[in-house]
């Protein structure tokens, strides 16, 4: 059944059927669909348009309706041009011409608003669950690896030590920012349009506000032609999609890089890992792999978006149609990559003394020799070129600067002392270092307390 067939003579083509159709697709916002529909026809007899008894049956059926859809009962019938013709049709030849009531005072315009919209809010919701869910596994081995060293990296390059608790941190930040991007949209969409209808409202009598009240929104659009042909709410969740899946890749790359033989930093659990055909001893990160990869698609969901509707006038056009896919296609992906990159992080094994021992022979305490000799009266330029001399000497040698004997610290500058060793030692290095952001054991033991304090308001 079509919607809209009482002006046409001829049958629509099959070909141009399957192509206009959106039910392979829009199916799976069937629950959003009825409860809109619900909210609408509760409105519709509060402002006497139709009965108590036709709401009552209309209402009841509708949810009777959504029970064996969801049981699988009644299958949803493809040969539907969508999911709102699919469920009015099946309304009126259950419960007859009282159901024609249903889509009293609305357009399919608004009607498909309203669905996106409530679908994308629900589905920025499980995505917001799933970030704190992962921000709670990245905090427990943050509180696990206070002491932890490891070597901090610039350019690729070793750079100074650091802990791997402060390391995830600066990942709980990032996908800290992330919920407050969602947090955000949140807020803004959060506006019905039911009601608009095709772009110019109604002549009926229609309590906009009633109906967006009973589905939780903070209260109706206020442009009825924007209310229909509005996608920025879409666009700013697939840039927000597209941030989280950027974060989740870096990370990706780390754990890789981190994976490899050459590093070994951490092992990652047998479950979470897959071989080779031919090669036995191989054992691969292909989910940190995956997720990076996958960071293209839902990149690409947000430029197509964002190409669709640049050229587009007002009000609604055929061409939004295209919105669902793509936002379904990445939110799919992006909950998928959070699950199981969470799942990952929290099975794999970290070994501590693999990472210190990098951190040691990588030069990452020559700032803090550099400092030393500062704090011995030497002017800092001068420290940096001294400390540049001992690393250079510690290459041609294949020593650490703690392998150094004092005498040769004192054959290349003088000022050296036996506390040259402590000052360069790792957990001076890092435990000397406790402004707040700094990975000092009581600067992240207050971080570790904040961050619990925000998981639990949040």
Partial sequence: MKLWGGRFQKETNQ???????????????????????????????????????????????LKHIKEEIDSGILPIDESFEDIHSFIEATLIERIGDTGKKLHTGRSRNDQVALDMKLYTRDEIVEIDDLLKHFLATLLHLMEEN????????????????????????????????????????LRRMNYSPLGAGALAG?????????????????????????????RDYLIESLSALSTIMMHLSRFSEEVIVWNCNEYQFIELDDAYST?????????????????????????GSLMSLLTTMKGLPLAYNKDMQEDKELTFDAIDTVKACIGLFDDMIATMKINQNVMACSAKNGFTNATDAADYLVKK????????????????????????????????????????????????????????????????????KSIIQLQKKYLSNN
Avoid: W
């Fill in 15 to 61: 070909s141009v059927h399957s192509f206009n159709s959106s039910i392979s697709f829009d199916r799976r916002f069937y629950e959003q669909d009825i409860r809109g529909s619900i909210a609408h026809v509760k409105m519709l007899a509060k402002q006497e348009i139709i009965t108590n008894t036709e709401k009552t049956m209309i209402v009841d059926e």
């Fill in 146 to 185: 206070i002491e932890t060293y490891m070597p901090g990296f610039t350019h690729l390059q070793k750079a100074q030590p650091t802990t791997l608790a402060h390391h995830i941190g600066a990942y709980f930040e990032m996908f800290k920012r992330d919920r407050s991007r969602l947090e955000d949209i």
């Fill in 202 to 230: 109604t002549t009926y009598p229609l309590d906009r506000s009633y109906s967006a009240e009973l589905l939780g929104f903070e209260g109706p659009t206020l442009n009825s032609m924007d209310s229909v042909s509005d």
């Fill in 275 to 299: 071989g080779s055909s031919i090669m036995p001893q191989k054992k691969n990160p292909d989910i940190a792999e995956l997720v990076r990869g996958k960071t293209g698609r839902v990149y």
């Fill in 377 to 444: 009266g030497v002017p800092f330029r001068d420290a940096h070129g001294i400390v540049g001399a001992l690393v250079l000497f510690c290459i041609e040698r294949n020593l650490a600067l703690d392998d150094m004997s004092l005498e040769q610290y004192k054959a290349i500058h003088p000022v050296f002392e036996s506390d040259i060793y402590e000052a360069i030692s790792l957990d001076t290095c890092v435990n000397t270092r406790n402004t707040v952001g700094a990975p000092g054991k009581e600067a992240m």
